[in-house]
Structure formats: C-alpha cells, structure tokens
C-alpha cells in the first residue's frame, strides 16, 4: 500500500479535509477534546459494566460457581492466549510497515508505527463501534511528518483492507463450518449469516467509493438536495463536505494504493493472519479451564463472535460480545461460560486497553532513516557478511576472511551510496 508522495509529486497527492481557524487559516486536525471525552466516557460506561456484572452473578446465585471455575485455570494457556493478542498487534504494525516501506523516504518508523496501532487499540475499544479509532491513527501518522493527506491515504486503505479481510475471514468459516453452525446452533445461524450481509454489504459499500465516486457524489448531492427540501437534513454542510470532498479523498488513496497490488495482497494476507490471532483465543481460553474443542471450530466461532460484537453501537460492542459468546461458546464451556468469557475479555479487552495507553507516546527518534533504507542495509550488511565468510579460493571453512559487523556496516553504505 504505497502512499501519496507528498512534497515529491504534488499531482499526485491526495487531497485532505482542513480544520478552520477562527481567524480564516488552515490548520491540522487536533485529536483533542473529541476523541479524548468518547474515551473517558467509554471507560466510564465500561466500568459500570464490570460492576453491573459482578452484581448479576451475586443475584443469581452464580457467583460460587464463577469464583470455582477460575480457581481451576491453567495459566500457561492463559499466558497462551496472551500471546495470541501479541501477535495481534504485531501484525497490525506489520500491516501498516508494508505501506511504510513502499515510501522511500518515509519519516514513519517502527516505534511510530506501534503508537498508530496502540491508538486504533485504546481509542477504538473505548468509543462506540471503534468510531475514534480512524481518526486517532490519522492524527498519529501526522505527528511523524506526513501530512493529513499522506496520512489519510495509508489510513483509509489500511481500513479497506481490514474491513475486506474480516469479511473474507467470516466467508471462508462459513464456508468450511455452516454445517457445523447449523448442528450446533440450529436456527440462529441465520443471525449471523444477516450479520455477515451486513458487513459484506458494508465492504461492497466501501469499493463502491474508492471505484466509483462520481457516482457516489451524484447520487449524494441529490439525497442532500432531497432531504433539505423536506427539511429532513439539519447539519447541510457536513454532509455536503462528506460527499463532495471525503468520498473523492477516499476514493483517491485507494486508487493510489492499488496501483501496487502486490503489497495489497500481502497486506491483506497479514491482515489475515492477524485476525486469525485473535480469533483463536477462545480455543487457548478453553483449554485453560481443561476443556477441548475443535481448533477450526473455535476459530469459525471466534469470527462469527467478533461480528456480532462490532454491530452493536456501545463501546467495546457491550452487549454483542456477552451475548455472542454465550451464543457460540456455552456448549463447549458450558458451566465455565461466566469465567471463560471473563478471562477472554481481559485478554482481549480490558488488558490491551489498559497497556495500549502508554504505547500512545511511542515515536521514533532518528527519522532521518526511513525504514525501507534500513532494511536495505541490513540486506547489504548480511551480504557483505556471506561474502566476507567465503574463503579467497571459493568455498571452504578454512582460510575465509571473516569481515566485522563494522565493515560490514561500511561496506552496506558503500553499496548504497553506488545504488
């Protein structure tokens, strides 16, 4: 996922929303009181959560049996399942490095990355179906240099490819387990298959404004037009700037991007890779507590739980997760649902949150070296050293001339000044 060039190539950058001064200027968005209330409010609300489900288990008399149940985990799977979220997030970083690299000369660095990836993490769980996290990793991207352009296109086309792979991910369990949904769940499989043509719908939705927006804008100018007229439409000018000015942004970054379908794919094959990280921790959580399960079951049910939760419009999907994992996980749990839903909740939920906050500041010093440069001497490097170790007469242990990591070093940026 390449990004827009920036300074190098004017024409070629995509255009961006700009933030009014009272005095007639231009400036860069803030993530300031926004994002940061949704945040604070989201913790509130799911801390009254937490307190509203301790007290239904006293009530219910279910409390013994919550407390028993979690005296009996095994906390080397948990550590299990802990490291399943890790990989979660490196992923995603890798995800983002692949546009990174793409960029020659992007002052974006790993550290950056990783405070990008926090943000969509801590701001996306804490506000309603992860509304702040675009804006939050958008704001984060321009910390580093870009511009809110640059910033946009990596952004928006890292959401696609997200949003494309959650909807591949949820297509291919169905595929290889309906027959295991229907058997298992009976008739509320056809929830989750509507809950799937929504976000397939969704998906759909976003293609259509990266590939069509004339279209689009046509289409949204006269549902503008329309609904003023009937004076159904209260905020004119947002929807007239989401039209007339987003979708044609979205659509360029996207466009800009795909242009290099190779690193799309592989994008999309990481993005897989990360999902499927998260959606196998229900089969760690369950084995803590000494129980077995289906691997691919597990993961077909992860996927399925997952959606669910992202429809409901309440911070951390309150409401969809309880409810999808007692829908799809109480028969292979069964009186250790309560206490099984509770540790893949912190392991999912609460503990990330918490530990992405302070990645938040995470920011790369030396920007003088974009990544793509880095890892072009470390390949000269390694090359200088394999060639270094192979002896004057051709190959052979004995009498090869063994070059130090500085030579090395000195001979990479040799290499690279040539290039």
Known sequence: MPQAKGNKNAANKVPYKVVASPSGTTSM????????????????????????????????????????????????????????????????????????????????????????????????????????????????????????????????????????????????????????????????VVLN??????????????????????????????AIEFLSRHGWLKDRAHWDEMVNVQVMEFSQAFKHAAKDLPSMGLTLLVTMAQLASLYMIPWFVLNAFGKHGDFLECLAAGSMVQMVASAVPLPGGTGGA?????????????????????IWRIVTFFAPTIIAAPLLGLSTRNRSVSIYHRVQRIKHRLKALRAGSVSRGGSGSSGGVKVSGKTADRLADRHEKKQ
């Open 29 to 188: 968005p803030k993530q300031g009181g926004d994002d940061n209330d949704q945040a604070r409010k989201g913790a509130i609300f799911l801390g009254a959560v937490v307190i509203a489900y301790i007290v239904y288990l006293v009530l219910t008399g279910q409390m013994a049996t919550f407390l028993e149940a979690l005296s009996n985990v095994d906390t080397g799977w948990v550590i299990g399942a802990a490291i399943c979220y890790v990989f979660y997030f490196i992923f995603g970083v890798i995800a983002y490095a692949i546009a990174v690299y793409l960029d020659h000369d992007s002052p974006v660095g790993i550290l950056d990355l990783m405070s990008v990836e926090a943000s969509g993490i801590f701001f996306g769980n804490l506000t309603p179906m992860m509304a702040g996290a675009v804006p939050s990793q958008i704001y984060r991207l321009t910390r580093t240099g870009l511009d809110v352009g640059e910033a946009s296109a990596t952004q928006f086309t890292r959401f696609i490819m997200f949003q494309l792979a959650v909807v591949l991910f949820a297509a291919m369990m169905l595929v290889a387990k309906l027959r295991f949904f229907f058997d298992a769940y009976g008739n509320i």
């Open 322 to 342: 309880e409810g999808g994992f007692v829908m799809f996980y109480r028969h292979m749990f069964g009186e250790a649902t309560s206490a099984g839903f509770l």
């Open 193 to 222: 298959l509507v809950v799937f043509g929504v976000h397939l719908l969704e998906c759909i939705g976003l293609f259509v404004i990266c590939l069509c927006p004339g279209v689009v804008m046509r289409f949204g100018n006269w």
